[in-house]
């Protein structure tokens, strides 16, 4: 996965923030923050926040006593979560040299943002650098593609027409989705994982529309496609996605997991 990535717009993070976030991301952030054991007082960092999700959450539970600071690489996504939230302590920084130091945090949470690193496991490293001992690194993934009963035919549909950069972009949720292989990643970063909790969480849209633009405008795929190419994508994503949808909105299931570890 290249820097390009990283490199969204202000519009762009708007964007993932009111739609994104609680299609899908706000869905997960209780398996994240039950699974850490989060709770009155601690220090929490979240790295790879985005626009905040996870790290508003946990605001809430550490209460006054508590602090928590969001770490992110990307300058749009800080501003957004600055204007949702603007008396949390937002950071600018990469998760290969997290910018504290050593034995800092009580709980290291990484929601969806493990796959976008170029080196997954220096950056848990660093998670579990910043960890006090005893303290917890929670890192929330999904499951492998293949596992991904309606992005996976949707994913292999888009790329049809947008091409192999079509994979690359939509499909990188899905890198980490081999437990074992992100355990052994664990292990070599000095963690010893602890706990795993799988489930299925549903992403909820308004309409099969409403989810392909989604996805499509969260990500440079939507200054590479053409409108014909758009429209197109479009008018098939009707055909695929329409088995999923429930009364009057789209309910696509999710397949992921939570790793819980402590440094060693």
Do not use: K
């Amino acid at each position: 996965m290249g820097t390009e990535t990283f490199r969204i717009t202000r519009e762009q993070a708007e964007l993932y923030e009111e739609r994104f976030v609680p299609a899908l991301f706000r869905n997960w952030v209780d398996l994240v923050l039950d699974g850490a054991g989060v709770h009155t007082g601690q220090r929490l960092l979240d790295v790879a926040c985005g626009t905040g999700v996870v790290a508003r959450s946990a605001a809430d539970r550490v209460g006054s006593t508590g602090a928590v600071i969001g770490l992110d690489l990307n300058p749009a996504m800080l501003a957004v979560a600055r204007d949702v939230r603007p008396e949390l302590d937002w950071r600018a920084g990469d998760a290969g040299e997290i910018p504290f130091a050593d034995d800092d945090f009580d709980v290291v949470t990484c929601q969806a943002g493990l796959m976008f690193f170029p080196d997954p496991t220096a950056a848990l490293r660093e998670m579990g650098r910043v960890t006090r001992p005893g303290g917890v690194v929670a890192v929330q993934v999904f499951s492998a593609l293949s596992s991904q009963p309606a992005y996976g035919p949707w994913i292999e549909m888009v790329a049809r027409h947008a091409g192999a950069v079509a994979t690359e972009m939509l499909g990188t949720y899905w890198v980490h989705g081999d437990p074992g292989a992100l355990r052994a990643r664990c292990t070599d970063a000095g963690l010893r994982v602890v706990a795993q909790h799988d489930d299925v969480r549903p992403a909820y849209f308004p309409s099969v529309e409403a989810m392909v633009l989604t996805e499509v405008n969260a990500t440079p795929l939507a200054d590479r496609l053409q409108p014909a190419e758009l429209r197109q994508i479009l008018t098939e994503s009707e055909h695929v996605l329409g088995r999923f949808r429930n009364s009057d909105r789209l309910e696509i299931p999710i397949a992921g997991y939570v790793l819980v570890a402590t440094p060693t």
